[in-house]
């Protein structure tokens, strides 16, 4: 069973940049495509980015394309959020997910990964 634990999140201000971090646990991070979704209050959870499992190949969503890079250490067994120039819209919870046998055209559904990490919250003020 992998199991998934951010942190990172916290309070900036925009343009203020943060990394996020995800650990990987039960497994290994190199075994699993791997991505970022958030929710921000009365909103869907969001496909924000997500890294294929052979390849290295990565995917954005345009609202965060040219400013966020996932990336991962397998050495770490860890999956990272690097996230730059950052907006007040882009405050939410953040979460990593994880999962095998994720096809291409189901990596922005929610619904396509098998686990989930528990959230880390992040607040950009104007």
């Known amino acids: 069973q992998v199991q998934l634990v951010e942190s990172g999140g916290g309070v900036v201000q925009t343009g203020d940049s943060l990394r996020l971090s995800c650990a990987v646990s039960g497994g290994t991070s190199s075994s699993v495509a791997v991505g970022w979704f958030r929710q921000a209050p009365g909103k869907d959870r969001e496909f924000v980015a997500h890294?294929?499992?052979?390849?290295?190949?990565?995917y954005y969503a345009d609202s965060v394309k040219g400013r966020f890079t996932i990336s991962r250490d397998n050495a770490k067994n860890a999956l990272y959020l690097q996230m730059d120039n950052l907006k007040p819209e882009d405050t939410a919870v953040y979460y990593c997910a994880a999962g095998s046998g994720i096809i291409l055209s189901n990596i922005r559904n929610p619904g396509g990964y098998n686990y989930w990490g528990q959230g880390t919250q992040v607040t950009v003020s104007s």
């Open positions: 890294l294929r499992r052979y390849g290295g190949h990565t």
